[in-house]
T-cell receptor
C-alpha cells in the first residue's frame, strides 16, 4: 500500500538556521511528490512539487526539495529560516490514477527568535 | 482568479444529524477532491470527483457521500453524524486528475456534539 512517512512530528530551529524536513514514501511507480504548508486555521498551500526531470526542485518562499529514488525520499530544505515559516508541513504522494493525495502525518515547525 | 471557496466555514451539529458541505473550485478546474483532517488521523482522502463522476474513493463508511454538479461545484454529505466526525474538511481542486497541483480551500470546521 502507498504510504508517506514524516519521521519528525515537531522540530524547533532558531531563526536564521538551516532547515531540513524529512519525507519517505512507499509507492511502486514513480510518484508525483508534493510539499504543502498549513498555517493555523488555514488550508494547505503548495510549496513545491516533483513530477519528473531534475531531482532538485525549487519552490516558493525559498524552499527546495530533493528527490532521491534510491532512498525513496523527498526532503524539504531551506538555508535560512524566518519566524514566519513556523507552521505545519505536509509531504504528499500523488497517485498516477487520479487526483488522490496520500499525506504524511505532518511536521510542526517552531522557530526560536 | 478566485481561489477555492468552501461554505460554511464553521458548523456545529449534534449526533445523529446530517450535514452538507459545499465547495466551489477555481474556475476551469474540473477535479474536486475532499479530505478530512483530524489531530489523530491527520489528512485522509475522502473522494474525488471529475466531470460529475466519482473517480477515487477513500476508506470511509457509506455515511460519507458526495456529488459534483455540471459547473464543477461539489458537495459532500455526512449522515448520522458521530462524535468522531468532528474535523476540518478540506476541498481541493485541480485542472485534471493526472497528478496536477491541487489547490486547497480554507476548509469547513465541523463540530459534532
Amino acid at each position: 500500500a502507498q504510504s508517506v512517512t514524516q519521521p519528525d512530528i515537531h522540530i524547533t530551529v532558531s531563526e536564521g538556521a538551516s532547515l531540513e524536513l524529512r519525507c519517505n514514501y512507499s509507492y511502486g511507480a514513480t510518484p508525483y511528490l508534493f510539499w504543502y504548508v498549513q498555517s493555523p486555521g488555514q488550508g494547505l498551500q503548495l510549496l513545491l512539487k516533483y513530477f519528473s526531470g531534475d531531482t532538485l526542485v525549487q519552490g516558493i518562499k525559498g524552499f527546495e526539495a530533493e528527490f532521491k529514488r534510491s532512498q525513496s525520499s523527498f526532503n524539504l530544505r531551506k538555508p535560512s529560516v524566518h519566524w514566519s515559516d513556523a507552521a505545519e508541513y505536509f509531504c504528499a504522494v500523488g497517485l498516477n490514477q487520479g487526483g488522490k493525495l496520500i499525506f504524511g502525518q505532518g511536521t510542526e515547525l517552531s522557530v526560536k527568535p | 482568479k478566485a481561489g477555492v471557496t468552501q461554505t460554511p466555514r464553521y458548523l456545529i451539529k449534534t449526533r445523529g444529524q446530517q450535514v452538507t458541505l459545499s465547495c466551489s473550485p477555481i474556475s476551469g478546474h474540473r477535479s474536486v477532491s475532499w479530505y478530512q483532517q483530524t489531530p489523530g488521523q491527520g489528512l485522509q482522502f475522502l473522494f474525488e470527483y471529475f466531470s460529475e463522476t466519482q473517480r477515487n474513493k477513500g476508506n470511509f463508511p457509506g455515511r460519507f457521500s458526495g456529488r459534483q454538479f455540471s459547473n464543477s461545484r461539489s458537495e459532500m454529505n455526512v449522515s448520522t453524524l458521530e462524535l468522531g466526525d468532528s474535523a476540518l474538511y478540506l476541498c481541493a481542486s485541480s485542472l485534471n486528475t493526472q497528478g496536477d497541483e491541487q489547490f486547497f480551500g480554507p476548509g469547513t470546521r465541523l463540530t459534532v456534539l
